[in-house]
């Protein structure tokens, strides 16, 4: 088939018909009931959409969001996930449906890669047929890139302009039109600004080894060449600002921070090659093409090796991926790994185009050998999905292939490589026909596409029923004013609470502010890693912080009023909770107490309601069981005894008054996934096992061990390993004395619109508005019309001075940087409009020079940067520490 437009329709469609293979053969919707949204597409991306769902059609703006992190702006997690068009096609679908829905998106997506990159093969390479191109444009929407990592769906968009990118940068340096290059840029930098680091790193890697060892541009004009790339990079960026601004600043006050030094030092030498390589293993094309020659692209050929090794090498030495991953990852160990696997579908197709004297007719053997390696390579790949299924689903358990599974992957390519290599070289020794070539090609594309799709697609599959009796909970409060809910168990995803349209304290992405989550750590509230959860706290916390509400299992019989009920969750009302706005007095400490979560208690207690009444009672244990305890400067060392009795402490607590009983077992501040204490304790109540592994990741903060008057209640912990804690105990909270206070404590009279809070309260003397709402420099106050600073107390939240007497209260929050970037923007939009006017003004030769100067050093310190340094530090952390 001739290479023409309409040939264009070729790769989408070949998407097309082997997803919905996989989709039907998996029960996936919209040919079956299952979803395969799993990891960060359910924990982050899904949520998100939810949420951008709810302000949008919310009217309250897309700057501040109350939905998630007790308030946060949200305009840098709109860059980092759902900058996209695709985004909006979320919003005619049901809540409870987005689930299933998102598979229609992601084969949306992955058609629209396959598009791109055929039509990148039709512009480039014109002696390709249709059908040649479209293998490739199947092979790169196919490719393990997207499989592996299709859970963040806003990297396919960024892979799909990939190659449009590349279409426009060669027009920048071949024919000296940079406009289509500064706007593909410029979009590739609003859809997810991080990929976008790596992004830069290889065009100043491709233009400075392009232009200064194998260009095919005359030696004078390099100059015009490296000036315009550098105009245009700069443009975009001034185009970008509004964004990226915004987006860094909160990136660095998150608490996502790496020690570089330490990062690069530690871990392994090699990259777990059994994760990273299958980025390749699925486009066994890509490396068989890379083996072969390409006469008609001598210097364009030797580029493309080089930049896929370059390529290829992080994904064999970890220390030079952290540095591709700006220092460290937790998984997904190859985001840049779209264009290592174009890089090698580029010299595939240098490859395909370069050998035109095909015979008229294939030779009869030669068939017998492609057909037959093709049929043993279709076997391999039925042999494997039937005999070793069961190896097959450990990337979707785990985000990484352990060996089983490898081995399992490794076999089908190995197959179809040497399914793809046979038929290579009977075509390059002019035995097999171009159409025979195309046929056997599009073959083994298909059955690999099919094998590696249900790998890491199909497998994925699983019922949306959970998930969605959780998204079910949508709308069942009915309260007009400001509140927020809270969880008594991470039973689902944190984020989608605000997904399903309920204000809460909890979020989770790269975006969470350290300050807000060790914060919410001291208060006693569930965190870990990025994620600050709803789940934890006290009656006093869930009072000041406006938890208004619960979400826990059906059956739990807690008192206050049940508001919905479903099969698995219930909503239920909680009693003594006080609106946002709490007036008080001046003397709201900036920071909470270093001490024990206890401690924090009793601070907010005294400070927020000026009591110095002892609202938090200690105990102290009654027994001890085969454990040896240390306590020396507030810190508890707990050791288990010889034998095999069982290790513990016993409390016995004589309760008069009401109270409620917490336990706490809590170390440091800190955002590791795993804590040295995780899994220390079972903790019993009057003989009733109430929980195991506490502390846990999804329940760290303090544990609710009930309410009790008038008895004496046994609490009984089980030590299963010696460990060390900051903070440790079981504690009582005086009930009535906590209601009373909180009867007598004036409040304002607050409303909230996305970023703007207004309202009125009364004030005597010298008293602050204290407000649950996390401290950001957006925020702007003024108290009846005058301009009032805004303090940061408790670590994280805010208190604003009032005036003696009624106080209007005027809070409105502008995004940081939102001016600058604007100023920038207009700037960019100038310099975009002078270069289209001055397009063939002649650049002066000093300009030219020193464009050049700065390509060629910065393409050698990203060299030194990324690629050496990351090695000599390891090797000199590992081997030449005396």
């Known amino acids: 088939m001739k290479q023409t437009k309409c040939s264009l329709i070729l790769a989408p469609a070949g998407v097309f018909l082997l997803l919905s293979a996989v989709y039907l053969l998996c029960g996936l919707f919209p040919y079956g009931e299952n979803t395969m949204a799993w990891g960060d597409m359910t924990q982050q991306v899904i949520p998100l959409l939810l949420e951008l769902k709810q302000m949008l059609l919310g009217g309250d703006g897309l700057t501040f969001s109350h939905l998630t992190a007790g308030g946060m702006n949200f305009v840098g997690v709109i860059l980092f996930f759902m900058a996209s068009p695709f985004s909006l096609l979320a919003l005619p679908i049901p809540d409870t449906q987005l689930i299933v829905w998102v598979n229609v998106l992601v084969m949306a997506k992955l058609m629209l ?22 293998v490739l444009g199947i092979s790169y929407a196919m490719c393990g890139y997207a499989l592996l990592f299709f859970q963040n769906m806003i990297w396919l968009d960024f892979m799909a302009l990939f190659p449009l990118l590349l279409l426009a940068l060669d027009r920048l340096l071949v024919r000296s039109r940079p406009m289509a290059f500064i706007f593909v840029l410029s979009g590739m930098l609003i859809i997810n600004l991080y990929l976008s680091y790596m992004l830069i790193l290889f065009l100043v890697l491709f233009c400075g080894f392009y232009l200064f060892f194998f260009s095919e541009i005359e030696k004078k004009n390099r100059g015009r060449a490296a000036f315009l790339l550098g105009i245009s990079v700069l443009l975009a960026a001034l185009l970008t600002a509004p964004a990226w601004l915004s987006f860094w600043r909160q990136y660095l006050n998150s608490a996502r921070g790496v020690d570089l030094i330490t990062s690069l030092s530690g871990g392994n030498f090699f990259a777990d090659i059994r994760t990273t390589f299958c980025i390749l293993l699925p486009c066994p094309l890509l490396i068989a093409g890379a083996i072969f020659p390409a006469p008609d692209y001598p210097k364009k050929r030797r580029l493309f090796l080089w930049l896929l090794l370059l390529m290829a090498v992080p994904l064999c030495i970890d220390p030079v991926n952290r540095m591709w991953h700006t220092g460290s990852y937790q998984a997904f160990p190859a985001r840049y790994g779209y264009i290592t696997v174009m890089m090698g579908l580029v010299l595939a197709a240098m490859m395909l185009s370069s050998y035109q004297g095909a015979p008229k007719y294939s030779r009869r053997k030669v068939l017998y050998l492609c057909w037959g390696t093709m049929a043993f390579y279709l076997l391999t790949v039925i042999g494997v999905l039937v005999f070793l ?69 199909g497998q994925a599959a699983r019922s949306p029923q959970s998930w969605q009796l959780a998204a079910d909970l949508a709308g069942r409060i009915d309260d007009t004013g400001y509140y927020r809910v809270k969880m008594e168990n991470k039973d689902f995803d944190i984020n989608l609470l605000g997904g399903i349209g309920y204000n809460n304290l909890g979020h989770y992405t790269s975006l969470t502010s350290e300050e807000y989550l060790f914060g919410m750590k001291k208060l006693g509230y569930s965190c870990y ?293 604007l100023l920038l923007c207009l700037a960019g939009i100038l310099g975009v409009a002078l270069l289209g006017i001055f397009k063939r003004i002649k650049i002066p030769a000093m300009f030219e020079k020193a464009a050049v100067f700065l390509l060629g050093g910065m393409a050698l310190l990203i060299l030194a940067v990324v690629y050496l340094a990351p090695v000599l530090l390891w090797v000199k952390a590992h081997f030449l520490i005396s």
């Open 529 to 821: 890693w990025m994620e600050t959860s709803p789940v934890g706290g006290t009656v006093l916390t869930d009072a000041l912080l406006c938890n208004r509400y619960i979400i826990e299992r059906t059956g739990s019989e807690e008192e206050g009023e049940l508001l919905y009920i479903n099969e698995k969750y219930q909503i239920r009302a909680l009693s003594d909770t006080l609106p946002l706005g709490i007036v008080t007095n001046s003397g709201l400490s900036e920071q909470l107490t270093d001490g024990t979560r206890a401690e924090v208690q009793q601070q907010l207690f005294q400070e927020i309601f000026q009591s110095e009444e002892q609202l938090i009672t200690s105990y102290e244990p009654t027994e001890q069981q085969n454990i040896s305890v240390e306590r020396t400067s507030g810190h508890y060392r707990f050791q288990r005894g010889e034998g095999s009795n069982p290790s513990g402490l016993v409390w016995s607590i004589p309760v008069t008054q009401r109270q409620a009983l917490y336990f706490d077992c809590f170390d440091a501040l800190s955002t590791k996934l795993t804590e040295p204490i995780n899994g220390a304790f079972t903790v019993s109540v009057n003989g009733e096992e109430l929980i195991q592994g506490y502390p846990s990741k999804s329940k760290n903060g303090l544990l609710y061990l009930g309410t009790f008057e008038n008895e004496t209640v046994q609490v009984q912990v089980t030590l299963h390993k010696d460990v060390e804690a900051k903070s440790f105990g079981v504690y009582g909270m005086d009930l009535p004395l906590l209601a009373s206070q909180l009867q007598s404590r004036k409040t304002a009279d607050l409303t909230v619109r996305g970023g703007s809070i207004q309202g009125t309260c009364e004030s005597s003397g010298e008293e602050w508005l204290f407000l649950s709402v996390p401290y950001d420099k957006g925020f702007s106050a003024k108290v009846n019309g005058s301009e009032a600073e805004i303090y940061r107390v408790f670590d994280t939240f805010m208190a604003v001075p009032l005036q003696d007497g009624e106080n209007v209260i005027q809070i409105e929050y502008q995004t940081p940087g939102a001016k600058a970037g």
């Open 389 to 457: 299924d069961k190896d097959l689903k450990q990337y979707v358990r785990s985000l990484w292939v352990n060996d089983g599974q490898f081995v399992s992957i490794l076999l089908v390519f190995v197959a179809g490589f040497l399914c793809v290599f046979v038929t290579l070289f009977c075509w390059q020794n002019q035995w097999l026909t171009r159409r025979t070539l195309a046929l056997l090609l599009c073959a083994s594309t298909l059955t690999g596409g099919f094998f590696y799709s249900d790998v890491f697609l």
């Open 113 to 134: 890669c396959g598009f791109c990159a055929q039509w990148f093969f039709f512009k480039k390479f014109p002696k390709l047929s249709g059908g040649l191109s479209a």
